[in-house]
């Protein structure tokens, strides 16, 4: 067997019972870091007290699906990703009330944490099945349920919702 399907089955075995680790860290991430969360969190995988995450370690959180438009793409569209109030529970967040979200051009937006639970707010890494790239407004989005609710069609919504997220800070 080749060593990349070693690793593959290594992280298929252990990715969806390990990145949720019992003890005080998270697996490392394997590929490139599409997130870090920083802040209010308990469970780690970097001496600075971060959570680094890579696609598998997303991917083992759990997909849902968000069909929605968007003031910034055509048409429906069908979104994929974590939710992230799973981010939270994954890092084992311990309070706060705000996100600072962080683009990877550096630009933030805070989102109070009860937007999570109340719209289940998507850290999408697809739409309509394809991966979001860099020019496409990913690897992640920040995208709220628009359709399904009247009172997000507003400019502070939009504002949250960030496109090109590289980190999330619980504060």
Known sequence: MSSLTLRFITILILGFSSVFSY???LMKPVGPVLLTVTGHLQFTNNPDGKAEFDLTM???????????TTPWTDG?????GVLIKDVLKTVGSTGG???KITAL?????NMPIEDLDKYNVLLAMKKNGKMLRIRDKGPLFVIY???????????????????QVKSISIQ
């Open 97 to 99: 009330t705000l996100l």
């Open 58 to 68: 997303l991917n083992a959180i759990g997909l849902k699906k968000s069909v929605t």
């Open 76 to 80: 429906v569209n069908t979104f994929e």
């Open 105 to 109: 051009n550096d630009y933030s937006a």
């Open 23 to 25: 003890g005080a860290e």
């Open 145 to 163: 349920p628009f359709d399904e609710f009247s009172e997000l069609q507003n400019e502070v919504i939009h504002n949250r919702s960030v496109w």
